[in-house]
Nanobody, 115 residues
Framework: QVQLVESGGGLVQPGGSLRLSCAAS????????MAWYRQAPGKQREFLAD???????DYANSVKGRFTISRDNAKNTVYLQMSSLKSEDTAHYYC?????????WGQGTQVTVSS
């Protein structure tokens, strides 16, 4: 079955950096668009970034210039490099795999930005 396993979350101080990883299995990773979303308590789930099978990327305005999405098809892994983190980046971060009408979500990883 399809599995998306996020890792790399944790507690970081404002201004710090984290790199999230999402390891995929059960799919032909290279043909999927991969995306990152997040959800903070009491807020709607928010799109952050995606990367197509052809490595085209797109970012939400809220993270453009601070977050970078990348993928390694040889490792079936997508990354989210996050820098200049702010308290408002505190949320549960999810990895998503998309191909046509097929969408798979991971369980997510918690990121907390606090001093």
């Amino acid at each position: 079955q399809v599995q998306l396993v996020e890792s790399g979350g944790g507690l970081v101080q404002p201004g710090g950096s984290l790199r999230l990883s999402c390891a995929a299995s059960g799919i032909i990773f290279s043909i999927y668009t991969m995306a990152w979303y997040r959800q903070a308590p009491g807020k709607q789930r928010e799109f952050l970034a995606d990367i197509s099978s052809g490595n085209s990327v797109d970012y939400a305005n809220s993270v453009k210039g601070r977050f970078t999405i990348s993928r390694d098809n040889a490792k079936n892994t997508v990354y989210l490099q996050m820098s200049s983190l702010k308290s408002e980046d505190t949320a549960h971060y999810y990895c998503i795999a998309i191909f046509a009408s097929e969408v798979h979500w991971g369980q997510g990883t918690q990121v907390t930005v606090s001093s």
